[in-house]
């Protein structure tokens, strides 16, 4: 049974970094493209950020583009994700996606596994 688990959300201030962090079980994790989309109430969960299983390769959505950073390392099956320069905007739940191609789609209808999620509360 795959499971993803998020951690290390909260509350910041705006302006302020916070990193959160998804360990995944159940899983061959170097065999999964991770990544991150988050979710306000009414709005349909949007992309954020994605690295590829295995060459590396991260991709940003426009919105958090060199402010957020993803990570992942195989050796512990967890996937971070970065955040810096943060806004009022960025206030969403935020939830880890696996999926079991090279690549992961930024779509939601392309995900195999989803987290359960994690609340980060921009303060202003």
């Known amino acids: 049974q795959v499971q993803l688990e998020e951690s290390g959300g909260g509350l910041v201030q705006v302006g302020g970094s916070m990193r959160i962090s998804c360990v995944a079980s159940?899983?061959?994790?170097?065999?999964?493209?991770m990544g991150w989309f988050r979710q306000t109430p009414g709005k349909q969960r949007e992309f954020i950020a994605s690295?590829?299983?295995?060459?590396?390769?991260?991709y940003y959505s426009n919105s958090v583009h060199g402010r957020f950073q993803i990570s992942r390392d195989n050796a512990k099956n967890v996937v971070y994700l970065q955040m810096s320069r943060l806004k009022p905007e960025d206030s969403a739940v935020y939830y880890c996606?696996?999926?079991?191609?090279?690549?992961?789609?930024?779509?939601?209808?392309?995900?195999?596994?989803w987290g359960q999620g994690t609340q980060v509360t921009v303060s202003s």
């Open positions: 690295e590829t299983w295995s060459d590396e390769t991260r």
């Open positions: 159940g899983l061959t994790f170097s065999d999964y493209a």
């Open positions: 996606a696996a999926e079991q191609r090279p690549g992961l789609a930024q779509t939601v209808g392309g995900i195999d596994h």
